[in-house]
């Protein structure tokens, strides 16, 4: 079926360094969203991509989504602690919306 | 918050327990959706209801019954559940089902004893 992959699982990294998640889709996608939830916490939305190689940008936080629809990325600039959380992606094909397994960043001060 | 209730936020039940959770939007969305989140699986899409009806049942047991009354309220029965059922189960609602912008609940935290 279909399959959403996110690398890394897990990323650790000092406050002040950037920080990539990569989302891989199996199928071309209509759309891809991007949710994030922090520890405790329920998933709350960040951004949804539509166009072939479209770009959006939020303050820090930089989205692709690939040329060919099935790849997306979320990129953080100088991370700060208030990023800390699981970053999860979700694809929306045909009539059926999957979530990515999550990238949890951890923000060290 | 997201206009988004769920209640209990916790729960404990017996496996031969019947309970059920509540989930309310006050977005005045049309589709509403149950999510089951563990600590070893990705969000597992659960039901998805589009103007009070079911669209999509996602091989989930029977032990799970939804219910949605109306379009502001979903509710998940739960009858003789077992230890790995124990999850964060979200409920979250969008404007139309579809590819939408999903708002999620705060989540109700059940155990399986």
């Known amino acids: 079926g279909q399959q959403v992959m996110q690398i890394p699982q897990y990323q650790h990294v000092q406050e002040g360094e950037d920080f990539t998640t990569y989302c891989n889709s199996s199928?071309?996608?209509?759309?891809i969203q991007w949710y994030k939830q922090r520890p405790g916490g329920h998933p709350v939305f960040l951004i949804q991509?539509?166009?072939?190689?479209e770009v959006k940008k939020q303050k820090r936080l930089t989205f692709q989504f690939g040329e060919a629809k099935k790849n997306s990325s979320l990129h953080i600039t100088a991370t700060q602690t208030t990023d800390v959380g699981t970053y999860f992606c979700a694809g929306y094909y045909g009539q059926n919306f999957v979530f990515g397994p999550g990238t949890r960043l951890s923000v060290l001060p | 918050e997201t206009g988004v209730t769920q209640t209990p936020r916790h729960l404990v039940m017996g496996m031969t327990n019947k309970k059920s959770l509540k989930c309310e939007q006050h977005l005045g969305h049309n589709a509403m959706y149950w999510y089951k989140q563990s600590a070893k699986k990705p969000l597992e899409l659960m039901f998805v209801?589009?103007?009070?009806?079911?669209?999509e049942n996602n091989s989930v047991p029977s032990r799970f019954s939804p219910e949605c009354p109306n379009s502001s309220h979903l509710f998940l029965h739960l009858h003789t559940l077992q230890p790995e059922d124990s999850a964060l189960y979200l409920c979250?609602?969008?404007?139309?089902?579809?590819?939408?912008?999903?708002?999620f609940g705060p989540g109700t935290r059940l155990t399986v004893l």
């Open positions: 991509l539509v166009k072939s190689g």
């Open positions: 209801y589009s103007l009070e009806e079911r669209v």
């Open positions: 979250a609602s969008s404007r139309q089902e579809g590819g939408n912008e999903q708002f």
């Open positions: 199928t071309t996608l209509s759309n």
